[in-house]
């Protein structure tokens, strides 16, 4: 009992030893260190394993490392975002160290670079994980939180600089190409990207996922070399906006003239972010083999509708525009057009077609050396066609035509001419539409001749392909400056019958002095010198006031239109057909048009006759006849009412300048007196206004 209890005697001995023993304990680490050769796999992988949460079994814990380090990377790589240096085996201590500016970026006025913790947090198994700002290889935008699921692309692209890229005047363009390259379909690649930024040769393969991120080890943009782009590749980030140098492509067939084979020619592109227009690589308009013809009536989208909305729009949606091959998409009333690409030729194309109910097609090569008319779709056409326009679709070609050009006389060879215009509208998306469109109005486009027509020019459909009419065109009209207007014949089979002068404007015409005119100078009321009256009319040889060409002139159309009628006989005029009825005289002939380019022109076209002076048989007696002659005079006599060779000849023959705005002057006919075709002869005036002797 006076024994201490078995070892408490010891207490201060076993302190110490526990004491010595933790020390021990503490120095393990640093001896196993130096004992044993461990590596980062050793532990957590390299670079560190990624997992859910903190994984005893193979390292792994929260976070990204994988998808931000290389496979085989170095311990050094760490050191683009954690600060300290070495790395070595012992750099477990319980504290995560940040770089004060992760891979040793800053963005300008943005500030620096960094993961939104302090630079020095302590290890939890229960972390909160926190975002990335102002990083280069996340575009200098904030990132998602660490360890968030990986991105996709194209679907999270926007988490940097959306899809496609829009920021600033790049932007633009990538909208545009991207627009472009998506509708080829994955021609060059599974996503879009492709054609212009390949992966740099890693892989060989297109792989555009999101790992292409321009983070430490890759960086600059990468650009195919096909492009022969020669802008700046690293100045990409908005923060360098104001040094970067946009360039542009020199070798891509994306910007050639598109020709295939030996004809291609590569352009040079505009500068990245400038709008590019179809002349920008090829002409606009086209000019090679047909082009200029078709593009002068229609839109490209005629023959490309999978290529072009119109002649400046890309169609986007169809996919087809610098795709490597000449589509050939038809619309509108091409659409049905067989193309064949080994022969190069247009078939059953409504818009090579005469128009007909069914249509006759037309053949057609794009590349042919000769030139389209008319005539090549509408070898014939139906009706009164033929009497309108002769052979004039032969040698023009789609309205270039509009007013008459109508050549030869009525009496020998050509015909009438009239453009086709004069009927149909000049409007090109109304040619080959799949209607016939006839547009007589004044209003619309189609020359000279239409602009006469009446404001309520129209045709008239009595029975469709058999019997149609017009009315109110100046074509049959009297060809005043104000018309009348007459009915034309059928289309179909119909034709002027009986006087066709008369038809029209009148034979011979009532307006202005035509009827004082008629026949000659006073022919039925000629003073024979002793007996009365001269007969009116009589044979060649017999003192007449008409009918010997030798003795007297006479006044028919010819006289004054001489151009455009030059024949003097008129058997349907009412002032002759009382004569020359075949009976009390012989018939000469109807009136004709001897120059139709002429008639139907637009105009009262004025020539005087002048091949011979005008000879009268009304004969002044001698005393009267030299106060009209005392001042040189207008008239040459043979003799004075001695018959048939008694009459005066005309000093001056007549001229085009003897006429003015209405006025004639300086004519024989009237003594050498001005006189008004309107206002004066026929008009109730007397005799003084060429007697002024009287």
């Known amino acids: 009992m006076n024994h201490p209890k078995v070892g408490t005697k010891n207490v201060p001995l076993i302190l110490c030893l ?46 990204n490392h994988q998808t931000h380090l290389a496979a085989g990377a170095s311990a050094s790589a760490c050191v683009k975002c954690h600060a300290n240096n070495a790395y070595t085996i012992d750099h ?46 996340h575009f200098e935008t904030k990132t998602l939180a660490w360890s968030s699921v990986m991105p996709q692309t194209p679907a999270d692209c926007n988490f940097c600089h959306s899809f496609p890229p829009n920021v600033g005047v790049s932007g633009t363009s990538h909208a545009t190409h991207y627009a472009n390259v998506a509708a080829w379909g994955g021609l060059f690649g599974p996503l879009t990207c492709t054609p212009c930024h390949s992966d740099g040769g890693v892989t060989g ?8 991120a321009t983070s430490a080890s890759r960086r600059p943009i990468h650009f195919d070399s096909a492009l022969g782009y020669n802008g700046s590749a690293n100045k990409f980030l908005p923060s360098q906006a104001a040094t970067r140098v946009l360039g542009s492509c020199a070798t891509t067939y994306c910007h050639s003239n598109g ?3 030996a004809g291609n020619v590569k352009v040079a592109t505009p500068v990245w972010g400038v709008k590019t227009t179809c002349g920008s690589c090829h002409a606009s308009p086209m000019a090679t083999n047909a082009h ?84 090549s779709c509408h070898p014939t056409l139906s009706g009164a066609h033929a009497a309108h326009i002769g052979t004039l679709l032969s040698t023009v070609r789609f309205y270039n035509y509009t007013a008459n050009k109508s050549t030869g006389s009525e009496l020998a060879t050509g015909s009438y001419m009239f453009g086709c215009a004069n009927c149909h509208p ?37 029975t469709a392909g058999s019997n149609v ?53 006073h022919t039925s009321d000629i003073y024979s010198g002793s007996t009365g009256e001269l007969a009116a009319s009589g044979a060649v040889g017999v003192s007449a006031g008409h009918g010997d060409p030798a003795q007297s002139t006479t006044l028919s159309c010819n006289i004054c239109h001489n151009t455009t009628i030059s024949v003097g006989y008129n058997d349907k005029n009412a002032a002759c057909s009382s004569c020359h009825n075949g009976s009390t005289a012989a018939l000469k002939g109807n009136a004709a048009i001897t120059n139709r380019a002429l008639h139907v022109n637009g105009k009262a076209d004025l020539s005087f006759y002048s091949a011979a002076a005008v000879k009268s048989k009304a004969q002044l007696r001698a005393a009267s006849f030299s106060d009209y002659t005392a001042a040189g005079g207008y ?33 024989a006919c009237h003594n050498g007196k001005s006189v008004n075709w309107t206002t004066d002869v026929g008009k109730g005036k007397d005799c003084t206004i060429c007697h002024s002797k009287l």
């Not at 393969?205 to 292409?212: A, E, L, V």
Request: aromatic share 8%.
């Open 469 to 521: 009419t017009c009315f109110g065109v100046y074509c049959h009209s009297d060809g005043k400056a104000t018309p009348t207007f007459a009915v034309a014949p059928n289309w179909y089979g119909g034709a002027i019958t009986g006087d066709k002068c008369a038809s029209c404007h009148g034979n011979s015409p009532t307006s202005g002095a035509h009827t004082a005119h008629a026949v000659g100078i």
């Open 205 to 212: 393969q297109p792989k555009w996922t999101y790992d292409h």
């Open 18 to 63: 526990f004491s010595l023993a933790l020390l021990f304990i503490q120095a393990v680490p640093a001896l196993a260190a130096n004992q044993y050769a461990l590596v980062c796999t050793s532990c957590h992988g390299m670079p560190p394993l990624d997992s859910a949460q903190r994984d005893v079994a193979t390292g792994a814990f929260q976070g």
């Open 92 to 137: 477990p201590t319980g504290v995560i160290n940040m770089a004060a500016r992760i891979n040793n970026y800053s963005a300008g006025s943005a500030g620096a670079a960094r993961y939104n913790k302090p630079l020095f947090f302590n290890q939890t198994s229960l972390p909160v994980l926190a975002t990335c700002s102002n990083v280069n290889c």
């Open 635 to 667: 008239w040459t006599r043979t003799t004075y009412k001695a018959g048939a060779a008694s009459m005066d000849t005309a000093k001056v023959v007549l001229s085009n300048s003897m006429y003015s705005a209405g006025n004639c002057s300086n004519i």
């Open 426 to 462: 000049t409007d090109p998306a109304l040619h080959a539409n799949g209607v016939v469109n006839v547009l007589l109005t004044p209003s619309a486009a189609g020359g000279t001749l239409k602009a006469k027509n009446s404001a309520t020019a129209a045709v008239t459909v009595i």
């Open 292 to 375: 200029p013809r078709h593009i002068a009536s229609f839109g490209c989208e005629l023959c490309h509708s999978a290529t072009a909305t119109n002649s400046t729009t890309v169609n986007v949606a169809g996919g087809k525009h610098t795709n490597g091959v000449v589509d050939m998409a038809f619309s509108g009333a091409a659409v049905g057009t067989v193309w064949t690409a080994t022969t190069v030729t247009c078939s059953s194309s409504y818009c090579h077609s005469n128009g007909a109910t069914p249509p006759v097609y037309q053949p057609v090569a794009w590349t042919g050396a000769g030139t389209l008319n008319c005539a």
């Open 259 to 261: 020709v295939q084979g």
